[in-house]
């Protein structure tokens, strides 16, 4: 008697908590779901950040590039002509990296010019470079459109190169 008391107990409870456990699995399927939506998005932050390391290191290359090209076309005085950097079109000369009898410092500023701009082009999303001078400190800029928004502006990121000749 005791015996039956007993399992008519468990069958009414089991029949009141019917349902229970697919509640549970539901709640669980909730929970799994939006974790794994916070990891799909730790996984896309991860990939910008690795996109944007990768530009800011090419940039810095390109610009320590153009620190080199400038130090080695020096005039008969062993200085740089900015001017030749500033004033000279961006253009394709005749000139090759190494320095030729007949190409002049101006000319091999272009050609060098030319080669940066254009490897900047190719590497960098909208990358631009600049070249200014201020108390005897160059400054080669290198600027790309890091937030991608199609618009190079003051909110993308830059890397900047100090030399003195």
């Known amino acids: 008697m005791l015996l039956q008391q007993h399992v008519l107990k468990k069958i009414k409870m089991m029949i009141k908590n019917k349902g229970f456990t697919l509640i549970e699995v539901l709640i669980t399927v909730v929970i799994l779901a939006l974790g794994l939506l916070g990891l799909a998005g730790l996984q896309i932050s991860s990939l910008r950040n690795n996109l944007s390391a990768e530009h800011r290191g090419k940039a810095a290359q390109l610009a320590y590039d153009m620190t080199d090209r400038m130090r080695s076309n020096?005039?008969?005085?062993?200085?740089?002509?900015?001017?030749?950097y500033k004033n000279s079109a961006a253009e394709k000369t005749n000139c090759i990296a190494v320095p030729v009898i007949g190409c002049t410092a101006t000319e091999q500023a272009g050609h060098?010019?030319?080669?940066?701009?254009?490897?900047?082009?190719n590497s960098l999303p909208l990358g631009d470079g600049d070249i200014s001078v201020a108390a005897g400190v160059y400054s080669i800029t290198v600027a790309w459109d890091d937030?991608?928004?199609?618009?190079?502006d003051a909110s993308d990121a830059s890397f900047v190169a100090r030399f003195e000749p």
Not at 74 to 84: G, K, S, V
Not at 112 to 121: M, N, P
Not at 147 to 152: Q, T
């Open 74 to 84: 020096t005039d008969r005085n062993n200085l740089i002509q900015l001017e030749d």
């Open 147 to 152: 937030n991608r928004n199609g618009i190079l």
């Open 112 to 121: 060098d010019l030319f080669e940066w701009k254009r490897d900047i082009a």
